[in-house]
């Protein structure tokens, strides 16, 4: 077993200091924006002067809210997005304490299920659609996207009442590069064997990314980083596993649980609340639009086609990092990555790396049967 | 060395007994609701009738659902790794296993004598031995003689329901329209089968293949099955064991597990 890291409490404590934080900024009357997924470029919120807040949801209690109101065979993250805003504008009693801190919603044209939900979102709080090129290789895809984001950044100005300057931008991008860099040298410090920390734990810092200040994550990981430099870890418990799939939004650690408490150790997520969010960095030395823009199309996620950017990263993680065995992990009714699970799979059996397929979703009644299959799994890659 | 094997199957509990490369006894019964008690009850039958000490058995592992709960073993192993040592014991030529229990189903892809991949289907009652035994019901026949009234038919049944519960609705309106119990079963067989052929090649299964748990003994599902694939399929004596033989197969160490030939 590994020792618990101390630096990981700034994480756990951090949640009170950052709600208080949002709290006295909108007292300020500085605007706070609420988002849900990577394709949103926290550079330009923040060259605005705004704030932001990750949306995305991992909580099941949320979900019969949303089923009031949704159809039930929809990705759980959908729904439990949707059932903490709904609840919280409802006067629920969830007490989601992210939504009442948010003036508006900045949503992104990504997956059916979610483009439609936030229609209805609208309803509720107001919502700001950005569309995406769905094929993204192109210059006319480029160009497009690119006045997506100005007009994006227009709706910024309007909003908070400054101008996104692009030397604020150039700032933006410095400062989102740097959180970058950092999450670099920690995912590092995770090719080692045995790894200094547990995926379990990393997710549970990931999911804090877009929640915290930039400042307090930094602070958060570089200290963990320094830590992990001068632990030395207990022997492996079991094979190396890379996690590749939907994004693990706060709340949702089921899978990379079960995988560690059968001996499974995670030493590399390919996902949203993994590399995917960090792995590119913008160019600083071209203009500040056409960098953000660039960078944020690589985003390797299954909306998009062809996707084959992303079929290469997951076998070139999986040979960097060493890893024995893929869990591709995928919420209940997400077509994106439940269909694009074949040509990952198919790409990585040429390199002979086995894959285990799991599709849940936020409930518990099958964690049994996904504990049947990783324990078979982890004593196949054995 | 005497080992023992013990499958704790959601529905069957299966205790086998083995010494050295040899199969000494075994035991098969329902698991009623608690495995452990299942498992004990079950061990020292088998012991007592194969007139063994409790003390003469150098190991024992567990498999099967309930594998957790037996706490008498010494260790236990995924149903997955213990179906294959099982079935490769019996046949080491064997490449694909389709395993049809009560409650689950599931195919194992074997390379080099061992596990290379699996799919299960435990989330659905579709493709399992419940299917069978609820729509048996509907039909008013035991699950035993469903095989053969299907070896019985020449049309069978068009059942277009996957789902458990509205497949035995479909069963009474068939009935109702007076198609033959013969035609029904056949119709049940082919749907079951053909659901697990999808899976079987889903997983590239192509020959070589053995077919075990509680549907592998209807005679009328093998013929699907057979039909459906396009090979003879490997079936055990007891194909009911095959869990138990590999975690008694564990338990001896891996020096049993036969040389393969490829
Ligand atoms: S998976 Fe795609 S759509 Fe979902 S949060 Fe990530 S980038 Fe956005
Ligand atoms: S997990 Fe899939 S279905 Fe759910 S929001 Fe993300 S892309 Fe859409």
Known sequence: ?????????????????????????REKGIKVVGTFCLYVPDEIIFAAGADRIVLCGGRTDTIPVAEQ?????????IKSSFGAVVDA?????????????????????????????????????????????????????????????????????DLTGNVVSNNALRREIRSANETKRLLHRL??????????IRGSEVLRVMQKQFFLSPDQFRQGISQLCDEMEHTTPDARTGPRIMISGCPMAAGNTKVPDIIEQKGGVIVVEESCTG???????????????????????????????????????????????????????????????????????????????????????????????????????????? | MITAGIDAGAATTKVLLLQDREIIGYRIAGTAFDFLTAARNMFDELLASCDIGREEVGKVYAT??????????????????????????????????????????????????????????????????????????????????????????????????????????????LRARGITKEDIAAGLITSIAQRVVVMAKRMGLKKRIAFVGGVAKNAGMIATLEKELGVTIYVPFEPQITGALGAAIAAQGEHVTPPIDS
Not at chain 1, 95 to 116: M, Q
Not at chain 1, 134 to 153: D, I, M
Not at chain 2, 111 to 128: H, I, P, Q, S, Y
């Open chain 1, 1 to 25: 077993m590994l020792s618990t890291l101390q630096s990981l409490d700034i994480f756990k404590d951090s949640y009170e200091l950052r709600i208080a934080e949002l709290k006295e900024e």
């Open chain 1, 69 to 77: 109101s949704l159809p039930r065979n929809i990705c759980p993250l």
């Open chain 1, 89 to 157: 504008c409802c006067g629920g009693n969830l007490a989601c304490s992210h939504v009442p801190l948010v003036d508006v919603v900045v949503a992104e044209a990504t997956c059916d299920g979610k483009k439609k939900m936030y229609e209805i979102l609208h309803d509720y709080i107001p919502t700001y659609v950005l569309d995406l090129p769905q094929k993204p290789g192109s210059h006319e895809a480029l160009n497009y996207f690119l006045s997506e984001l100005r007009k994006f950044g227009k709706f910024m100005e």
């Open chain 1, 187 to 196: 995912f590092e410090l995770r090719r080692r064997d045995p790894p200094p």
């Open chain 1, 275 to 382: 590399t995917r969010s960090f792995w590119d960095l913008v160019d600083e030395d071209k203009d500040p639009w056409k960098a953000l823009a660039e960078r944020y199309l690589e985003i390797p996620c299954a909306c998009m086609t062809p996707n084959d950017q992303r079929v290469a990263r997951i076998v070139d993680l999986a040979k960097q990092y060493n890893v024995q065995g893929v869990v591709y992990y995928t919420l209940q009714f997400c077509h994106a990555y439940n269909i694009e699970r074949l040509r990952v799979q198919r790409a990585l059996k040429k390199e002979k790396i086995p894959l285990l397929a799991i599709e849940s979703d936020y409930g518990d009644s099958d964690m049994e049967q996904i504990g049947i299959r990783v324990d078979a799994f982890l004593e196949m890659i054995a």
């Open chain 2, 64 to 173: 099967g659902y309930g594998r957790n709960a037996i706490s008498f073993a010494d260790k236990s192993i995924s149903e997955i790794t213990a179906h294959a040592k099982g079935v490769l014991f019996l046949f080491p030529e064997v490449r694909g296993i389709i395993d049809v229990g009560g409650q689950d189903s599931k195919v194992i892809v074997v390379e080099d004598g061992r596990v290379a991949d699996f799919l299960m289907n435990d989330k659905c009652a579709a493709g399992t031995g419940k299917f069978l035994e609820v729509t048996a019901k509907a039909l008013e026949v035991t699950i035993n003689d469903l095989g053969g009234l299907a070896l019985a038919s020449n049309h069978p049944a068009d059942i277009t329901s996957m789902c458990t519960v509205f497949a035995e609705s479909e069963v009474i309106s």
